[in-house]
Structures are given as structure tokens and as C-alpha cells.
């Protein structure tokens, strides 16, 4: 199997993914997934497009991960991940991914700070007089 790559993004965080066969391992930015992530909720963020396909142990990942918080990191990966898993077989792996929501991505960004106000809706408190 050749190298397959796909991209996945999330507010501003984006994450470039790298398919090889292989035993599973995931290598984010140089540091094991434990390390990179040392949080289990968001390890199984990034596990649960390969956990829902039964692909756990079939594939090594290479992933680039930049921008944006933690959170934003791990699901910006799942989406990559799934998008992945699709250009490798699409057949097998697109409906089950589809039904699960992994390969829509989650287009709400932060809103931007206005000028003359604290923050992008807050507004000072109004006073009549």
C-alpha cells in the first residue's frame, strides 16, 4: 500500500495526515499519541474513526499538527484520519464513518472583537444619563 495523506481542520487548528500500513503506531509531531495527548477523553477523539472501521492495529499514522487548542488538535485529526481511511477504501469504510458524523467538518469559527466593544457581542453597559 502506498502512502495516503488527507487534511482535516477544526476552528484553527489543522492537521496533516500521513497512511502507511503498518502496526498502529501514531506519531504526532515527533511524540507518541500517550505523550502528545496525555488526556483519554481526547485519545479517544482521535481512536474513534479507527475504533468504529476495526482498524486499530492495521495502520501507521504520521500526523503534523498545528494551530488552535488541544481539543481543536484532536478533532481536527479525527477528521483527517476518517478522511484517510475513506481514500484508502471507500466502499468499506465511508458508510460507517458517514452514519457516525466523522467525515463532516465543523465549520464554527471564533467571532472576531469589534471595535468600541469588550468583545465580538458583548457590548458596554448602557447608561441613560
Do not use: H, W
Request: glycine letters at 10%.
Amino acid at each position: 500500500m502506498e502512502k495516503v495523506n488527507a487534511l482535516g481542520r477544526r476552528k484553527s487548528a489543522v492537521a496533516r495526515v500521513y497512511v502507511n500500513s503498518g502496526k498502529g503506531n501514531i506519531t504526532i509531531n515527533g511524540k507518541e499519541l500517550n505523550v502528545y495527548f496525555p488526556d483519554d477523553s481526547l485519545k479517544y477523539i482521535v481512536m474513534q474513526p479507527l475504533t468504529v472501521t476495526n482498524t486499530q492495529g492495521n495502520f501507521d499514522i504520521d500526523v503534523n499538527l498545528d494551530g488552535g487548542g488541544i481539543k481543536g488538535q484532536a478533532e481536527a485529526l479525527r477528521l483527517a484520519i476518517s478522511r484517510a481511511l475513506c481514500k484508502i477504501d471507500a466502499e468499506a469504510y465511508r458508510s460507517v464513518l458517514k452514519k457516525e458524523g466523522f467525515l463532516s467538518r465543523d465549520a464554527r469559527e471564533v467571532e472576531r472583537k469589534k471595535p468600541g466593544q469588550p468583545g465580538a457581542r458583548r457590548r458596554f453597559q448602557f447608561s441613560k444619563r
